[in-house]
């Protein structure tokens, strides 16, 4: 009795250490893993704010009144970006405006509406091939399609229109995921009120998805402001400043994106160069701010 007790005894301060030295594992290995994480978001917060930091203490000493305020002169010898900026307002202001109500009226069809799945999947499915091709291809189909066989020519409204196709995308996957997130019960409890569909979905779900539209418009602003191999092909570079808003759209014109690639890759002009694209970011900042601050009126209003 005495042995068999000691053996048990003995199984039994083994099974102990051996739960001892797992949970001892384990905590090593959590502990490793949390430091693993925290030191990949530390890298890429130190990787951002590096960037940031070098473009702005190389590009904010360059920026000047006369910079942002005139345009190039070959007579004057001056530089000034003035129509750069104009183009890229024009630019982002109509693109968004045919892309969003497109991009959003897209996504709640295939969330609410579509009855035949397959044909939803074919659509998604298009969607992130859409999302997935170069711009560069974008910008030949814009060349091919709106400047030549529609006749829009090398102005903004070529390159407005290749670029919503650009953004659809990413606007649909956005809101559609945004939509998929909003309770069932919602849906359930409005109807069952009575409220018809497109009610619950205008009063509701919409409200309720506020946040990825705003997080798709956003996207969408930060790929707007970046392109420039689409637009050479499509709005051209240059900078002439247009008398009104009919006159801006249909003539070519330079972005602030394109006007960086030419200062940079053609003239070598890296302190202009340094200095777009520290306005690009703040106008950037600026932006995203001016859609959060919607969101926010937005979602006060319905809630």
């Not at 070598?268 to 777009?276: D, K, L």
Request: charged letters at 10%.
């Amino acid at each position: 009795m005495n042995q068999t007790a000691s053996i048990t005894s003995r199984k039994a301060v083994q099974t102990k250490s051996a739960s001892v030295g797992h949970a001892t594992v384990r905590r090593i290995k959590g502990r490793v893993m949390t430091g693993l994480m925290y030191g990949c978001a530390a890298f890429t917060v130190l990787l951002l704010v590096g960037l940031l930091g070098y473009i702005f203490v190389k590009g904010l000493p360059e920026i000047s009144w006369q910079l942002l305020s005139t345009k190039p002169s070959v007579l004057k010898d001056t530089i000034g970006i003035l129509p750069n900026i104009l183009n890229t307002l024009y630019i982002i202001l109509l693109t968004l405006l045919i892309a969003l109500p497109l991009g959003v009226g897209a996504a709640v069809y295939l969330t609410e509406y579509a009855k035949n799945r397959k044909f939803a999947s074919i659509i998604e499915f298009a969607t992130e091939t859409l999302a997935g091709i170069p711009s560069i291809i974008y910008g030949l189909v814009g060349m091919l399609v709106f400047v030549k066989m529609l006749g829009f020519g090398t102005s903004l409204l070529s390159g407005s229109l290749t670029l919503v196709i650009m953004i659809l995308p990413t606007i649909i996957r956005t809101t559609q995921e945004s939509l998929k997130t909003v309770p069932q019960s919602y849906r359930e409890g409005a109807l069952g009120l009575g409220a018809t569909k497109w009610h619950m979905i205008r009063t509701i779900i919409l409200p309720s998805s506020l946040s990825g539209i705003v997080t798709g418009c956003i996207l969408s602003i930060g790929r707007i402001v970046g392109e420039s191999a689409a637009l050479l092909f499509t709005a051209g570079s240059a900078t002439i400043i247009a008398g009104n808003l009919i006159e801006a759209y249909t003539r070519g014109g330079g972005t602030l994106s394109v006007a960086l690639y030419i200062y940079a890759g053609e003239r070598a002009e890296f302190e202009v160069a340094f200095a777009i694209a520290a306005i690009l970011l703040i106008m950037v900042f600026i932006l995203n701010c001016a859609a959060k601050l919607a969101q926010k009126a937005l979602s006060s209003k319905y809630n």
